[in-house]
């Protein structure tokens, strides 16, 4: 832990100094932890070294805009460091763009599972729907993606029922469901399979869940998980 620390230290006096990969390395970290308070020091980080043609950071910048990260949603910009990041080789900046360019279907999802490097698949604010998610299901076990984010996708807790069947078999992380439509139904399903899965982080923000997903959710979640944001949701003190 204090290798940790001392690592850490030494990446905040690189990037104050403006070293572009310090900031990059940096701003990733906080990027990846998904705490609200950190989204504008990452993004302001990931800005500087995007502008130093890093690829790592203009993927994690198009990631912080397609998702609203410390900024207001700005799906153009978004594309843009993600086709600059994609023209490098970066495997998951190739998937959000393929998605964004051609939208979900069984053709796009074959060629972005088909990359072994594959490790985020960015989907907010694709209008993925229900029927979207059911099939992207359908390529999820055994693939090698480790996060998985859903930002603003009329997802209800329909879609939340198969995704917890197979979640149990996949690498996933972190699972990003915030600002759509699931209520106490879809959570109840998820409490059923989430301890036995790799989450660490799980963001239900923003949905219409109540006491009773709640208390079923926190009775089941697994050891991995560090992080759970429900804010924005119909909770009150009796959870």
Known sequence: ML???????????????????????????????????????????????????????QFWLGFMLSNG??????????????????????????????????????????????NPELRLLDLANMSLRDAGLALLCDYLADSSVEELHLKNNGLTSSALMRLAEVLPYTKIRVLDLW???????????????????????????????????????CNRVPRSLHTLHLGDNKITLES
């Open 179 to 217: 600002q759509n439509e699931i209520d106490c139904a879809g959570i109840i399903d998820l409490s059923k399979t989430v301890h036995d899965t790799k989450l660490e982080i799980l963001d239900l923000a923003n949905n219409k869940i109540g006491d009773k997903g709640v208390i079923a959710l």
């Open 3 to 57: 290798k940790q620390m001392d690592k850490l230290e030494a990446l905040k006096e690189r990037a104050n100094q403006k070293d572009p990969s310090a900031l990059m390395e940096l701003g990733v970290h906080y990027a990846a932890q998904m705490l609200c308070t950190q989204d504008y020091l990452a993004l302001s980080m990931l800005r500087d070294a995007a502008e130093h043609d890093l690829k790592d950071a």
């Open 69 to 114: 990260r410390g900024t207001h949603d700005n799906i153009s910009d978004a594309k843009k460091w993600y086709g600059q990041a994609a023209s490098k080789g970066h495997a998951d900046a190739k998937a959000a763009l393929l998605f964004r360019q051609k939208g979900i279907n069984r053709e796009t999802l074959k060629t972005v599972f088909s």
